[in-house]
């Protein structure tokens, strides 16, 4: 539900990259107005999974971790891209990298990320 509240677009996916697009919203913002470095990182996070979840895994995959580095503001109303992509794919975890871009081209964040396989497999979930 996290991530549709976020109102993404997914402008392209396919096995190993993805990229979405999201404009900042006052509920998205900081008192200053500008995305909230916790919404930054939900955006990157949330695209991860989207991507590893058409990798091609029989299991059900989770975040161990998400290093975030914020490199410059957003502004509401801003429209942004966010994209990932598979760095690394192995028996047990997937290592991704992802990026939030500005119409300007500007960097905003970047973010890596580890998922490790779970032993849920996706047929049980009905996927």
């Known amino acids: 539900m996290a991530g549709n509240w976020l109102g993404g677009t997914l402008l392209e996916i396919e096995k190993g990259s993805i990229k979405v697009s999201y404009t900042v919203t006052p509920a998205m913002s900081n008192p200053a107005r500008i995305l909230h470095g916790g919404v930054a990182s939900l ?21 161990i971790n998400l290093n975030v580095d914020f490199l410059s503001a957003a502004q509401v109303g801003e429209k942004l891209e966010v994209s990932a992509k598979l ?22 964040a970047k973010a890596s990320s580890n998922m490790i396989k779970t032993h849920i497999k996706l047929s049980e979930l009905g996927f």
């Open 43 to 63: 955006m990157m996070d949330d695209v991860i999974g989207m991507a590893n979840f058409v990798a091609g895994s029989e299991y059900l995959m989770t975040s």
């Open 87 to 108: 760095v690394r794919s192995g028996s047990n975890l997937n290592h991704w990298e992802s990026v939030i871009i500005k119409d300007s081209g500007k960097l905003v």
